[in-house]
């Protein structure tokens, strides 16, 4: 078990080591995004602006213009509201600048103002950005991994979570790659970040108590997002219900969604997430719980899902 | 034989006129305020070429006609290039864009980045030894930005002496006076007590602007801020008065004025600009 930041922090040093154009660029979170590790290792390589993001998203642009590698950090929300910033300064000049931004997600008691759940639909508008989230600790160092040696525009999105593995060693990241982490037939569960979890475990619940069989979907790469494996679980499903600790305009089930009115098999998809609201204070748990975003939460709105579109439409197809 | 930097900085605002004349839209007075401060910079002051090369961003992404002018005094653009300006297909976007033209060291327009862009580019000429200087022109009234602010506490604060700003002090914006709209005098005090070197100058005083940029290079531990006072409009005198050409459609008539006017100017004749397109009208 780990803190996706903390995987963060050391994967940012021993990616500080082998890439020594990687900078990092702080805005007075450095401990709380777990980064201060790259500071202490690398302190000619780490800049700490202060609580002044519109200027650190100008210096990480400089710092990547010139020829080095910015990893700009700071809690999603702050970050990611930055827009015009990030809009006409890093993605006007397509500056190979890494958004980092922590506590994505059901934070708990600092609340709605800390926790960033519109994030991913603002940096999925702006043109060039790529998208990504890491499920694991294993999927956090491989992404950041890649971006150290990439050159594209990307916004890395860590939960707050602490989370187990999943994956297997030597997995490997790869920008608009999905994982099927759970085989299954009759309903396509998407999710990405450590909701994946929730998925798997709602899914499982489903498996003994219904005897459904529940394919659940990793999505590290939201964009590009991973348009053949989405299709697949359309053809092969019918039926797709996305989870995820972001509002669904915008987010995770918008991206599903999109994808899947293009595909030419006719097929539900289902959003589950915040829906146009901040969260409250409360412990992650109880937020879960309050949200239907724990296990169990997720397994009744799959089976609502299932009972309103899935039971009747397999009926139809297979009579008798 | 050598041209003088006057008669430059008369080259780039017919240049710049030229263009903006052919555009049929785009900011004339805030790009002429600033021709003698280019002049200076890049016809003396800065390191063009090499590694070490410095780096320019222009804030006032809006006044990109002056800057695109400069290209074309160089020889880095044809004066036909830059008569596509903001036109479709054009490398020269109605503000800079880097992407299409990559003699840029910065795209910009959304007022109160660049700075912000330009520390960036200075920390990282610090981080590698490079004797690279770093400029950014900004306007008095992009000063009303609350970024220029959070840029200008940190270069104090990191002793970052490889900067230099100029800020392009004519005094107007968009609807009005600064002064009027939201004042940020006393500007030179303000910068003073951040930390910073700070340089009042006449931002017409082509000799004036360069003994500021020398001292300014010269001046170690801080970075420097050059508060240059200018005349929106300059050169051309029926664009001096007031704030009517901060974005107004020059016409053919207007036009035909104004190059009359910069004409005039000019030490020798000579040094008229020839026009490349074949289009006529003395340009």
């Known amino acids: 078990m780990e803190a996706l930041r903390d995987a963060l922090g050391k994967a940012l040093v021993a990616a500080g080591h082998r890439h020594p154009d990687l900078v990092v660029v702080s805005c007075d979170v450095r401990t709380a995004t777990r980064v201060q590790g790259f500071f202490k290792e690398f302190p000619r390589r780490s800049f700490e602006v202060g609580i002044a993001e519109a200027n650190g998203v100008g210096i990480a642009t400089g710092l990547a213009l010139a020829g080095l590698r910015p990893f700009l950090t700071s809690f999603s929300a702050f970050i990611t509201g930055k827009n015009v910033e990030i809009r006409s300064s890093i993605a006007y000049n397509r500056a190979p600048v890494v958004v980092v931004g922590t506590h994505g997600g059901l934070i708990g008691p600092d609340g709605a103002t800390h926790a960033g759940l519109q994030d991913i639909a603002v940096m999925r508008s702006i043109p060039g950005m790529r998208v990504f989230q890491p ?16 050159r594209h525009m990307a916004y890395l999105r860590i939960g707050r979570e602490v989370v187990p ?25 998407i999710s990405s970040g450590s909701l994946v979890h929730v998925a798997l475990a709602a899914a499982e619940q489903l498996s003994r108590e219904r005897d459904l069989s529940i394919r659940v979907v ?10 053949s494996l989405i299709q697949r679980c359309v053809e092969e499903t019918g039926l797709v219900v996305t989870v995820e600790d972001h509002d669904v305009s915008g987010g995770l089930g918008s991206i599903v969604a999109e994808v899947v009115g293009e595909c030419p098999a006719p097929c539900q998809v289902h959003r589950h997430g915040l829906a146009d609201v901040f969260i409250s204070s409360a412990t992650p748990e109880e937020l879960a719980r309050i949200h239907r975003l724990d296990a169990a939460g997720v397994a009744a709105v799959v089976l609502a899902v299932w009972d309103k579109h899935g039971g009747p439409r397999r009926k139809a197809h297979r009579p008798g | 034989m050598a041209i003088s930097l006057t008669d430059r900085a008369v080259r780039l605002r017919l240049r710049a006129i030229a263009a903006l004349h052919r555009a049929g839209s785009g900011h004339a007075a805030g790009a002429l305020s600033m021709a003698d401060l280019l002049t200076a910079l890049f016809f003396g002051e800065m390191r063009l070429e090499g590694e070490a090369r410095d780096r320019f961003v222009l804030s006032k992404g809006h ?63 610090r981080l590698r030894g490079s004797i690279s200087r770093n400029y950014c022109v900004m306007g008095d009234g992009e000063s009303q930005e609350g970024q220029i602010w959070e840029a200008a506490m940190y270069a104090p ?8 700003f100029i ?15 939201l004042s940020v005098a006393p500007m030179g005090p303000a910068w003073r007590a951040l930390g910073w070197n700070v340089l009042e100058i006449d931002g017409h005083d082509i000799p004036g602007i360069q003994t500021a940029l020398r001292q300014a290079r010269e001046h170690r531990g801080q970075p420097s801020l050059i508060l240059a006072r200018t005349v929106k409009g300059k050169g051309v005198p029926f664009m001096e008065r007031g704030n009517d050409w901060h974005c107004r459609v020059i016409d053919g008539e207007r036009y035909a004025q104004a190059v009359v006017c910069l004409e005039a100017q000019l030490s020798d004749p000579s040094l008229r600009l020839v026009d490349e397109s074949g289009a006529g009208g003395g340009m």
């Not at chain 2, 695109?68 to 020889?75: P, T, W």
């Not at chain 2, 604060?157 to 230099?164: E, F, P, T």
């Not at chain 2, 800020?167 to 709209?181: H, L, M, V």
């Open chain 2, 157 to 164: 604060a990191v002793g970052l002496d490889n900067v230099c």
């Open chain 1, 218 to 227: 990793n999505l590290p790469s939201l964009k590009p997002v991973d348009r």
């Open chain 1, 135 to 150: 499920a694991t600790p294993l999927e956090t160092r491989a992404m950041v991994e890649h971006l150290a040696g990439d």
């Open chain 2, 63 to 125: 006044a990109a006609p002056i800057l695109y002018a400069v290209f074309a005094e160089l020889g880095w653009i044809t004066q036909t290039e830059l008569l596509s300006m903001r036109q479709s297909g054009s490398r020269l976007q109605g503000h800079p864009d880097r992407t299409a033209l990559p003699l840029l060291d910065a795209g910009t327009g959304a007022l109160g980045q660049g700075a912000s862009v330009c520390l960036g580019y200075a920390l990282a000429a």
């Open chain 2, 167 to 181: 800020i392009d002090a004519n005094g107007y914006q968009n609807e009005g006076r600064t002064a009027e709209i």
């Open chain 1, 165 to 189: 593995e999943l994956l297997e060693p030597g997995y490997q990241f790869v920008p608009g790659r999905g994982v099927v982490l759970r085989e299954g037939i009759d309903l396509a569960l």
